[in-house]
């Protein structure tokens, strides 16, 4: 067993809004970004969300 402290943090998140300007990422797709990626925490409607910019994202995993 690998302990949690040492496994890897795998960056997906499911998309609940987009800027006008992206084209390619929709509402409740799923998509992996960059570990490195500069996140922007908030809160909204009392749930937390990251702001994460378009060239962070590597994929789109289900496009609905």
């Known amino acids: 067993l690998i302990p949690?402290?040492?496994q890897k943090k795998v960056s997906k998140g499911i998309v609940?809004?987009?800027g006008d300007?992206?084209?390619q990422?929709?509402?409740n797709d799923l998509?992996?970004?960059s570990d490195?990626?500069?996140t922007v925490p908030m809160t909204h409607n009392d749930e937390e969300h990251?702001?994460?910019n378009e060239g962070?994202?590597?994929a789109i995993l289900v496009n609905e």
């Open 4 to 6: 949690e402290s040492q």
């Open 16 to 18: 609940v809004g987009v």
């Open 21 to 23: 300007a992206v084209a």
């Open 25 to 27: 990422i929709k509402l």
């Open 31 to 33: 998509i992996q970004y």
């Open 36 to 38: 490195s990626a500069s």
């Open 50 to 52: 990251l702001l994460i």
């Open 56 to 58: 962070d994202i590597f």
